[in-house]
């Protein structure tokens, strides 16, 4: 039997997963694997669903379950599990992150697809289209920057992406562009965030001698490097690395905490409540 | 509003979610907290529901909610937040699980209460009693073991306990007594199982070199070692450190590994399928 | 043979290890363990020597080594190892740190004495105590602080105190007292450093929803939160858990690393370059 | 100033630091760094030296030190810096580690050079020679298995290679081949050794509940699985992985563990204690 995710989001009040549940039942649906999530912060009420019920169409399912809980006036996402989300990934001349989701995509361990990889170097291009995957060169300076995010979205429009990765892609986007998709561009930062906010972290974290160095994938938000988390890791360190070492270990750190952001955002598994994530691992 | 928290473990069919939200609904509750989860392995379902409802008895809010899901035949738990287990420790000599786990209780940390201690050894009775709780020194011979146990048991039904937690007892359990209460004696293993089976595990691991050594709560089945897993972990060694060296960076580990298991039960987030645990953390 | 810590620190030039390995045979020792560090951004050379010698005095082994290494001007510091450190901690009420720190010198862990603890409250009085050592009270308010660090250093002065550990001690030491004991006052701070500086930590942790909280043990300068980083680590939390949570997980993560960088400093293991520190763990 | 990298390891007697301090001095090298180690278990001690010498053939420098340190008979390695070990990488089907070891070498990470890729499968073959790397399929079955051996140990000795990885090569080698380059064989095993050592090692651990997974990277010796261990690490799983989760989830480890392990080695990290290893990291 086909399977479907469903995620919703509402204020919190009694009778809201019976209704759920009911709507479930009625599409002939059998619950797998279930988690949610009250709130005490903000009041809001959060849950994930993956069920498998017998074949019809998404649009269908949601329509039955949204009659069942509108009430509560929610926000409800549903997807069959078969129908990947669609990911442009955008990148500059640092290629390790880039690199590992193409492999980890290539090999089938994850579920998006990749309709075009963007960039303002030319580096990367041959190693995007030996995937069989179309590069965009979009250079940026001080005065294009407006028209180049015209034409990123563009592009997100005609290839009808479901989010945007941000693979050490080194330009800031404008507050505009962070607020046309909220909570649909993740980005990797290379430091344990709210530590060493900006640019060059693991210099930063030389200097004052942390005894461990991590990364962190959020959300881009207007305001930078401030987005809700989604995840984030450490590695010890010690003396001995100077700047560039830590680099070269930061690189394992970033590419596995945003690869792990990319698979919880496309299997539907974080929602967000202000300025904080629920993930449901 | 009073908070209850349900377990409930089934052959998986669909509707069961339903039911079960019928029951709570009926109750008037109202779902703070919801996990559960299909085992592909066993075919088993099982869920972990917190929810609040209005001041009533538990047995009452079980008779309502069992009558709901009755056709799927489930095994059923329900607990008020607010009554705790009551937990029987035992412990040799070596106290640092228990001077740990007795910290906790008495800073509030550890949702427990612990009617009495028993050991086979008379040295932390000072300890024990210094924090009001009886303690009863049961010393073991291989002639008086079966009496022991026997004692052991009537303690555990004359002080209603709930579960048994051995803190680094060194006595083994005859099969008798690890059947008589399964799912319900965890104990704490100074390795990282299935490594290191047995006796003087620090020492085995000195000798094999490895980089991390670790530890393993894990409820007592006949089998030596071999019980379901609740929790492990470990932490990073080096050549430097000798057997005796392990034996002091392994208490680290021990201590934090049993007092997570033991409020994982003690919150009933551990759910048994077959010998693997299924943890709602 | 009774074993001996040397470590020393200078100018990085030529030489330095043959004329220190001089002065060990020079006393019959033989090198037990031995690390050192050419400090790329100081120029700094630091090493630590573990020996055994045969029997001495510690002084005059330092005088035959000083009088073979004079000539690269270096800080020497020496210490039979079953000399231990004489140490002072403070703590305000939180004792989970004094209760690790006691419990670990009473199992003969920790290689340090202790000849007093003081507190700005009496509430820990009774846990002293009862592990047989003298316990002074100084409360602090706005109008005493000079009174009470004046007493302080009086005590240190006194007992011969080695250096000072702030076990969760919430007052801040003026600028004066800072400077008084450079290096030698160990800090713990309840978060990841440099993230969520002041106070509570816990609390801002939770608002920014990051996924891993940590702790810091550091040297105290006058720059709050700024000193030499000893020591750090982190451990994994989730949206399900609200500040008090994160300060009952980060208690676990604060002892523990308050307790390795006590060691450190107590095995002669750290040396400070600048505002970092090398540390042969 | 060109950089030297010295191992010594020899049974543990007073004055062997001295006698290498003068050599290095002889030669006119100032240490960089410096790690020392006697292993109380097997009365070995073992060095690692980086020092930087004026320009100078290794083989002259390695004379006057030896000349010095005669007297104690030790095993001594020295290396310039830059001369970069030569590496035989192996592999069957599965590609994560080759790609990654790849991928690190491309990028001026890994410090070694790689002469050929060598395997029983043709799968990686594009990816290999794509890094202008040659690719030599040597397919094995029960009968040709001692010449496949004989044909691998002749690339050995004509590319000069300095050790071997085997990088998710699943045929076991002959005892014959173990021993033939004892310490130089480097092997990743995708389970926490010793636990599920042998084949399937995730579907083990999922069958046996274990709350981390690992991986392991090792000498080869005769004994499957046995052989002294380089690195390890772990990873958190859940209930909610099946095997094949534990597969996918396990590359991420068994890649950077592996990684860690050539670059130790390639470092001259590594000395070999009996059947344990002492790392200088």
Redesign the interface.
């Known amino acids: 039997m086909p399977q479907f995710v469903l995620t919703l989001a509402c204020p ?7 209704a ?3 709507g ?2 009625e599409v ?14 903000t009041g809001m009420f959060c ?1 994930r669903t993956q069920f498998e019920a017998p074949e019809q169409d998404a649009a269908a399912i949601r329509e039955v379950i949204e009659g069942k809980v509108s009430e509560f006036r929610p926000m409800v996402s549903l997807r069959a599990v078969d129908r990947k989300y669609r990911v442009l990934i955008m990148v500059s001349r640092l290629d ?1 992150c880039l ?1 590992d989701l193409l ?1 980890r995509w290539e ?1 089938g ?1 994850m579920p998006i697809e990749i309709p075009l990889v963007v960039s303002n170097h030319k580096d990367t291009r041959p190693l995007v289209e030996r995937h069989g995957i179309p590069f965009v060169y979009l250079p940026v300076t001080a005065g294009t920057k407006p028209a180049v995010e015209q034409r990123l979205f563009d592009l997100v429009a005609e290839h009808e992406i479901d989010f945007v990765v941000l693979a050490r892609y080194m330009q800031v986007l404008s507050d505009d562009a962070c607020r046309k998709m909220p909570g649909r561009i993740i980005n990797i930062h290379h430091s ?5 906010k900006g640019s060059k972290p693991y210099h930063q974290a030389y ?6 160095i ?1 990364a962190t994938a959020h959300y881009v938000t207007p305001d930078l490097d401030q987005g ?7 590695v ?1 360190v ?3 690395q ?1 700047a560039d070492s830590l680099v ?1 270990i930061g ?2 750190v970033e590419r ?1 905490v945003l690869a792990r952001a990319v698979r919880l955002h496309a299997e539907d598994r974080v929602v967000l ?1 202000g ?5 449901f ?1």
């Open positions: 919190d009040r009694p009778g809201i997963v019976r759920l549940a009911d479930i039942v002939g649906g059998n619950i797998l694997d279930n988690a949610q999530f009250s709130d005490p912060g849950v390790h690199v492999y090999i361990e344990f965030l709210p530590g060493f200097e004052r001698g942390v005894k461990l991590g809700p988390i989604i995840e984030q890791d450490v010890r010690s003396h001995g100077n070269a690189r394992d596995v409540t300025n904080r994530t629920v993930v691992a």
